[in-house]
């Protein structure tokens, strides 16, 4: 089935750029999300990205997607302290009936 | 607009208790699910119902057991818990199922420690 992994941990500074990774297994993923968990949460689509497109921007998100090396990324442009959060990559592979999530990248904003 | 409404939010268990986790959404969504989530580890699937009447083991259902009590309703019940099932528990729901389904809505999760 899918594999789906992150980097731990990402730390940046307020109102610079922030990008996240994700790699994936499953070459036959149709589509591929980010979520966002703030603390004490549950998550919420940030966004996603179908498997025929390489990029997708949404004010200041920008998903990047190379399905020639299984690599997703999330950029948040001017980040800000209101961005710290877990944010989770999820794929839906064309075998499954399921999301596969990662393990979520924790995202700390300093001043 | 309450969404997914999980019940209770904190609960600590001793090793062999039993409990059930109650999950209820206001959507009208068909699909329903259980996740937990462990540092490191991100979400698992526990167990899913894709429609009212139908459930389906995930990546994780040992210890675990579900009943789709109506459209609304999806409940978790750990017959005898175990240390292992430490963890933050999420319900989650789909206009249908799968990625498909369109995006999924969680409930703020259920933090459950067994000593």
């Known amino acids: 089935g899918e594999d789906v992994e992150q980097s731990l941990f990402l730390s940046v500074r307020e109102g610079d750029s922030s990008v996240i990774n994700c790699t994936y297994t499953d070459s036959s993923s149709t589509y591929l999300y980010w979520y966002k968990q703030e603390p004490g949460a549950g998550l919420q689509l940030l966004t996603y990205i179908f498997s025929n497109m390489d990029m997708k921007q949404d004010q200041r998100l920008t998903v990047l997607l190379n399905k020639k090396d299984k690599h997703l990324s999330l950029r948040i442009a001017d980040t800000q302290t209101g961005d710290s959060a877990i944010y989770f990559c999820?794929?839906?592979?064309?075998?499954?009936?399921?999301?596969?999530f990662g393990s979520g990248t924790q995202l700390t904003v300093l001043p | 607009n309450a969404g997914v409404t999980q019940t209770p939010k904190f609960q600590v268990l001793k090793t062999g208790q039993s409990m059930t986790l109650q999950c209820a959404q206001d959507?009208?969504?068909?699909?329903m699910y259980w996740y937990r989530q462990d540092p490191g580890m991100g979400l698992r699937l526990i167990y899913y119902?894709?429609?009212?009447?139908?459930?389906d083991k995930g990546e994780v259902p040992n210890g675990y057991n579900v009943s789709r009590l109506n459209k609304r309703e999806f409940s978790l019940r750990l017959e005898s818990a175990a240390p292992s099932q430490t963890s933050v528990y999420f319900c989650?729901?789909?206009?249908?199922?799968?990625?498909?389904?369109?995006?999924?809505?969680f409930g703020e999760g259920s933090r459950l420690t067994v000593l």
């Open positions: 959507m009208n969504h068909n699909s």
């Open positions: 999820a794929g839906l592979s064309g075998s499954a009936r399921q999301l596969t």
């Open positions: 989650a729901s789909s206009v249908g199922p799968g990625g498909f389904g369109g995006e999924l809505f």
């Open positions: 119902s894709a429609s009212e009447g139908t459930t």
